[in-house]
Nanobody
């Protein structure tokens, strides 16, 4: 299984970005797909996860971020990030879990300037 994340970049506070993650097989093959982030000197934390059609979000991003998957191609997952804040600055990783195996993308850097 391979995952490749993209879409990061530099954005001003209040702006938006959409991250994409291409998966080497259907996202429906996994028990859960999600996005994590890791800021410098911090641990990697869950941002959003999608189990079936049920999303769940970290409190810090609720109402601002939306996780979704492409229902046509079935191999792409997204993280729409709105109203970005400087504290959202981090490397973002996509993740997929099945059969107790966890698979990671390579990470994409999001930098939010104040």
């Amino acid at each position: 299984v391979q995952l490749q994340a993209s879409g990061g970049g530099l954005v001003q506070a209040g702006g938006s970005l959409r991250l994409s993650c291409v998966v080497s097989e259907s996202t429906f093959n996994f028990n859960g797909i999600g996005w994590y982030r890791q800021a410098p000197g911090e641990e990697r934390d869950l941002v959003a996860i999608l189990r079936g059609r049920s999303p769940d979000y970290a409190d810090s991003v609720k109402g601002r971020f939306t996780i979704s998957r492409d229902n046509v191609q079935n191999t792409v997952m997204y993280l729409q990030m709105n109203n970005l804040r400087p504290e959202d600055t981090a490397v973002y990783y996509c993740n997929a879990v099945k059969s107790r195996q966890s698979y990671w993308g390579q990470g994409t850097l999001v930098t939010v300037s104040s």
